[in-house]
């Protein structure tokens, strides 16, 4: 049985480490182990939890003492794969390397495009980090065994530098009590619905301006951020008609959001990470709408639209266009049955073709060809 060691910076319960890739490993007979900070040591879902101490909240800990002290856990393990997912790794992925170790980087970002939208030092500046960055990420990477990539241009970029390169995207995991589940559709009242990282770029403040021109429409909203972004919403005249649960886990995200309401609100703003009006296919919240039943507003994205349109699972708007997000609210708010159709259809897609299943075949052959 071959041995397998992940670790990252993240914590042991992300759902794309986790839940999808290391429990995949474990199902399909890998020994597989998770280094993580902090973690409680443990055996989940066939997967070795380990943690790492570490009590530092800088920057430049996390970017150069914790890599580092994952790493001597990692080598202490002495596994046969190394599969790790931090920029800040890279280096520690040729020491790996020269022991002779089977090397895989997970690239969730495309790191090169995300140091462009760090806004505290001025635009030349992070331009040349990003370029700097890009031509160290690529010599390296020239000496690992396989790359894995969220981004249709992440993959395009260092495809030459190994050819053991594999785009996974984060699509949703269809649990068994999934199958069965029914979308209600009966509804007591119109509701929107947004679960999920308070943050600009979701463009939750226009949705509830939005909401001031619309009739009898409430919006069901979890998730998380800063207590002045919270504040901020609140001022907005549309927070009256919002049903605040606060952060939520997984599970209740979909049993007291999505379960009661009729329209998943994915209005991702036009950011360097979706390279302006392209979009990227690894953003979770719009599959797991389409997976929930619900119809979905979400931006006019080109990758997002092809999806949309071609299945009629619900209306593509620009996020910063309010008269759009407030005529698409209202048209699937009084046509229910559409609503409830576009709803049936992308839960239909999801079931059959955007589900973590089909992505989990492209890792296990990213790991077959290693052997």
Request: contains cysteine; aromatic residues 12%; proline residues 3%.
């Amino acid at each position: 049985m071959k041995k397998v060691c992940y670790f990252t910076t993240k914590v042991s319960t992300d759902i794309r480490i986790f839940e999808k890739e290391c429990t995949s490993l474990a199902k399909a007979g890998y020994s597989v182990y998770l280094i993580s900070p902090n973690a409680i040591t443990e055996v989940r879902n066939g997967v070795n939890i380990t943690g790492v101490k570490f009590l530092h909240k800088s920057t430049f800990a996390r970017l150069f003492i914790l890599p580092y002290k994952l790493y001597q856990k990692a080598v202490s393990l002495n596994a046969d794969i190394y599969h790790f997912n931090e920029p800040s790794a890279l280096h520690f992925g040729l020491l790996l390397k020269l022991k002779k170790k089977k090397v895989i980087f997970d690239s969730f970002e495309d790191h090169p495009t995300l140091i462009l939208e760090h806004k505290k030092l001025p635009l030349f500046v992070m331009k040349l980090i990003s370029r700097i960055y890009e031509k160290y990420e690529y010599f390296i990477c020239r000496y690992f065994d396989a790359i894995i990539s969220c981004y249709h241009w992440t993959q395009e970029r260092l495809e030459k530098a190994c050819s053991n390169n594999a785009l996974i995207f984060n699509f949703p995991i269809i649990k068994a009590e999934q199958l069965n589940v029914v979308p209600k559709t009966d509804i007591d009242e119109n509701s929107i619905c947004y679960a999920g990282l308070f943050s600009e770029m979701w463009n939750i403040d226009k949705i509830l301006t939005a909401l001031t021109e619309v009739e009898n429409v409430r919006f069901n909203l979890a998730g998380h951020g800063s207590e002045q972004i919270i504040n901020q919403y609140k001022l907005n005249k549309g927070w009256s008609k919002v049903n605040y649960f606060g952060k939520l886990n997984h599970s209740e995200v979909y049993n007291t959001i999505y379960a009661k309401s009729s329209i998943g609100m994915a209005l991702l703003d036009y950011i360097p990470l979706c390279k302006g009006n392209v979009g990227n296919m690894s953003n979770n919240k719009f599959f797991e709408y389409l997976l929930a039943g619900l119809p979905i507003i979400c931006t006019d994205f080109i990758l997002w639209q092809e999806v949309v349109k071609q299945h009629n699972c619900g209306i593509c708007v620009n996020p910063r266009n309010q008269k759009e997000i407030i005529s698409a609210i209202t048209y699937l708010t009084e046509n229910p049955t559409i609503a409830r159709e576009m709803g049936s259809n992308g839960r239909k897609l999801v079931l059959e073709k955007f589900n973590w299943h089909m992505e989990e075949q492209k890792l296990l052959n990213v790991y077959k060809r290693l052997l």
